[in-house]
């Protein structure tokens, strides 16, 4: 089965890069260069309609993971404009102060999504102390895919984990690698056995007009179809690679 890609985007230029290159999926935020907040109703809306599965990022400010009951209330409110917006799913993430997953409150943000938008957990997962027992308490919420780094800094780096994990899920739940990733971390990472990727994929470009007294920033960065494209024919290669081993071990 061939490997989806997601790509996280923050505005409507890189909803139309994302489309426009025939990546499988989007991840919809703000600030990513916070991170990823969660994005606002009017870039809900203008990605509604892309024709790609849509998960938008629900977290309400940059940070840790946190929550206090301001931000769980949020959250919850946040997720319900995305079910109203008519996009595929959400990306949650909730932590307790040990770093273990915060339960109770995943549990409400997937009960408030409800039965009809997948959802995923996200990097949250990669701060959890031990990784299958956090494994085991996403799967138990209904959590449908995990986003991870293989408790590395780099989804590269974490590679031996990420298989590790793709066995202990056993199917039960989606493993994606995401942090990091580059064209050269696509032959590891397919190796690994991961369901899906996710990836950047920006430049930086220069500021167009005046910033006046903002000049916090030469310019900003952007989804680069470019990149994506060179990511997408580097896992194509990694997996008929794999594919070529295979048949070579059946003969």
């Given at each position: 089965?061939?490997?989806?890609?997601?790509?996280?985007?923050?505005?409507?230029?890189?909803?139309?890069?994302?489309?426009?290159?025939?990546?499988?999926?989007?991840?919809?935020?703000?600030?990513?260069?916070?991170?990823?907040?969660?994005?606002?109703?009017?870039?809900?809306?203008?990605?509604?309609?892309c024709g790609?599965?849509?998960?938008?990022?629900?977290?309400?400010?940059?940070?840790?993971?946190?929550?206090?009951?301001?931000?769980?209330?949020?959250?919850?409110?946040?997720?319900?404009?995305?079910?109203?917006?008519?996009?595929?799913?959400?990306?949650?993430?909730?932590?307790?102060?040990?770093?273990?997953?915060?339960?109770?409150?995943?549990?409400?943000?997937?009960?408030?999504?409800?039965?009809?938008?997948?959802?995923?957990?996200?990097?949250?997962?990669?701060?959890?102390?031990?990784?299958?027992?956090?494994?085991?308490?996403?799967?138990?919420?209904?959590?449908?895919?995990?986003?991870?780094?293989?408790?590395?800094?780099?989804?590269?780096?974490?590679?031996?984990?990420?298989?590790?994990?793709?066995r202990i899920?056993?199917?039960?739940?989606?493993?994606?690698?995401?942090?990091?990733?580059?064209?050269?971390?696509?032959?590891?990472?397919?190796?690994?056995?991961?369901?899906?990727?996710?990836?950047?994929?920006?430049?930086?470009?220069?500021?167009?007009?005046?910033?006046?007294?903002?000049?916090?920033?030469?310019?900003?960065?952007?989804?680069?179809?470019?990149?994506?494209?060179?990511?997408?024919?580097?896992?194509?290669?990694?997996?008929?690679?794999?594919?070529?081993?295979?048949?070579?071990?059946?003969?």
């Open positions: 089965m061939a490997i989806a890609l997601e790509i996280c985007v923050d505005d409507a230029e890189g909803i139309r890069t994302a489309v426009a290159t025939g990546v499988d999926q989007i991840e919809l935020c703000a600030a990513l260069a916070l991170g990823g907040l969660t994005p606002p109703p009017g870039l809900m809306r203008q990605a509604a309609g790609l599965p849509v998960h938008a990022m629900i977290r309400p400010r940059p940070g840790d993971f946190l929550f206090s009951a301001d931000d769980l209330q949020a959250a919850l409110d946040d997720i319900r404009a995305v079910r109203a917006a008519g996009l595929a799913g959400v990306v949650i993430g909730a932590s307790r102060h040990d770093g273990r997953l915060d339960a109770e409150a995943l549990a409400r943000q997937a009960e408030a999504a409800g039965d009809n938008m997948r959802v995923t957990l996200h990097r949250a997962f990669d701060v959890a102390p031990d990784a299958d027992e956090a494994l085991e308490t996403a799967i138990a919420l209904g959590i449908d895919r995990i986003m991870t780094a293989g408790h590395a800094p780099t989804a590269a780096a974490g590679a031996a984990e990420l298989s590790h994990l793709m899920a056993g199917g039960r739940v989606a493993i994606m690698a995401g942090g990091g990733i580059e064209p050269s971390d696509a032959a590891v990472l397919v190796a690994a056995g991961v369901d899906e990727l996710h990836a950047a994929c920006r430049v930086l470009r220069p500021a167009a007009g005046p910033l006046g007294s903002l000049q916090i920033a030469a310019g900003r960065p952007v989804t680069d179809g470019a990149a994506i494209a060179r990511l997408q024919a580097a896992i194509r290669a990694a997996e008929a690679d794999r594919l070529v081993a295979e048949l070579g071990k059946q003969d």
